[in-house]
């Protein structure tokens, strides 16, 4: 982060209306502030009211996210135009119905025929990338206490702590490389707690002519009651975005490289935005890299290069194509060798590749005394020590992390299907360890590595 950034992050961090004003823009007052043609938020307007019927104003400003002066303004050209007219009046200015006319309603089918979309209206593209500039600026650098706060249960090596920190500070791009149930998954997810702060998302942006839906309530988290006190008083802001929690974005070994551009949803009337463009502002991860369906390289150069110019060309059909902003951390996370994966030119493109092997002894008894603990489990040094000495030991099996938590759930299930309390003995870890691995832990080890069977866990 430069120093100039920095300034600003401090600012911000230490006035909350200075905070809420840079994270939500201001409510407009007119079709003017918003920066839609009044053509548009008209077709919207019609669009909604040949779904609903006859529609009272608050309601047009809820499903549109739009003001009721935005609206008032648009809603008497169409009056004045005969397309709608009032369908019933109260005693105040808010108590207001409308309803199609007959012209109306042909134009408003016309308008539903050519776009199906009716749904908040959108923000431009370039009051979105304004916003995720000054948004990207208001990140606050890791510190090392903070990283040791968050993952002092992860068991990482001094060594390991630092690189990832210092990645992590610089926004630089991280790689997360070892044997499959090392824990570098579990590892990559929980660096999005340590993104602070709150972003604000838009419901959805115009992209030229096209509508482009960026808002995920599964993905974009509500901010925690803490996170909205810092904020301060609260004021009228424009209901076209939602403030949210930095997003944390996964991309698993299903991931194609369609889905790098806009998805089209014809039933919506739509784009679905891509992740690059979802988890703006936040972390991305791409998980078990090397088995996407498209090349690693070129996933890979895809979206550091976005990351690195700070924007993502997006193809909208077969032939136009447009560019938004892309700020976000990257993290990538394979248990293939980087090198099977990679060019020596695209592994330049990982600034940080560090390595998640198995645990040592210690670090692997105290997590299976967390495990026990969390899961009221009762423990037993004696049958731990013939964990580690006998079962791995003799199976050739390393200490890997994803294993305390897997066989505590097992001694757990078993007890609980036989109505006793969970304890760990050498008996119920003998039953543990036959039902994960298909072995009976009485057999003498077959010599060399434990069988690809065993290490898929």
Not at 194 to 223: C, E, F, K, W
């Amino acid at each position: 982060m430069t120093a100039l950034a920095m300034s600003a992050a401090t600012e911000t961090a230490s006035d909350p209306a200075l905070a809420l004003a840079e994270l939500w823009p201001a409510s407009p007052r007119s079709v003017r502030e918003v920066g839609l043609p009044a053509a548009l938020i008209a077709e919207l307007i019609a669009k909604a009211i040949l779904q609903s019927g006859k529609t009272p104003l608050s309601q047009l400003s809820t499903r549109l996210h739009l003001s009721l002066n935005v609206l008032r303004e648009v809603l008497d050209l169409l009056v004045a135009e005969h397309v709608l007219e009032v369908a019933w009046r109260g005693d105040s200015d808010l108590d207001v119905q409308y309803q199609l006319t007959a012209t109306g309603r042909q134009r408003a089918t016309a308008w539903l025929e050519r776009c199906a979309y009716v749904g908040p209206a959108p923000v431009p593209l370039a009051a979105y990338a304004a916003l995720v500039e000054r948004q990207a600026a208001q990140m606050l650098s890791l510190s090392a206490e903070d990283l040791a706060h968050e993952l002092g249960d992860v068991f990482l090596a001094t060594a390991q702590q630092r690189m990832l920190g210092a990645a992590l500070y610089a926004g630089r791009t991280v790689l997360l490389h070892g044997p499959s149930g090392s824990g570098k998954s579990t590892l990559a997810r929980r660096l999005g707690s340590l993104l602070q702060g709150v972003v604000a998302v838009p419901h959805a942006l115009l992209i030229g002519s096209d509508i482009v839906q960026v808002y995920d309530a599964m993905l974009h988290r509500a901010p925690q009651p803490y996170q909205l006190r810092q904020l301060g008083e609260r004021r009228s802001c424009d209901p076209r975005w939602v403030l949210c929690q930095r997003p944390v974005l996964t991309l698993d070994a299903e991931f194609t490289s369609a889905q790098l551009e806009l998805q089209a949803d014809t039933q919506a009337g739509c784009y679905r935005a891509p992740p690059q463009l979802q988890a703006n502002n936040g972390l991305l991860i791409v998980d078990d890299l090397g088995r996407q369906h498209m090349p690693a390289s070129d996933l890979l150069n895809r979206l550091t290069l976005a990351q690195e110019l700070g924007r993502s060309s997006l193809s909208m059909g077969a032939a136009s194509a447009v560019t938004v902003a892309c700020r976000l951390q990257l993290v990538f996370v394979t248990s293939m060798q980087p090198a099977s994966l990679f060019d020596a030119s695209a592994l330049r493109r990982l600034s940080y590749k560090i390595g998640i092997d198995a645990l040592d002894a210690a670090s692997y008894r105290t997590l299976f005394r967390h495990r026990c603990v969390n899961s009221g489990v009762v423990f037993d040094d004696a049958a731990l020590r013939y964990l580690i000495e006998q079962l791995h030991g003799g199976s050739g099996l390393p200490l890997l992390a994803c294993y305390p938590a897997e066989i505590v759930g097992r001694i757990r299930d078993f007890a609980g299907f036989l109505g006793e309390a969970p304890r760990v003995t050498v008996a119920t870890l003998d039953q543990a360890w036959i039902s994960m691995f298909a072995a009976d832990p009485a057999l003498p080890a077959t010599a060399g590595a434990a069988p690809d069977s065993q290490r898929a866990i």
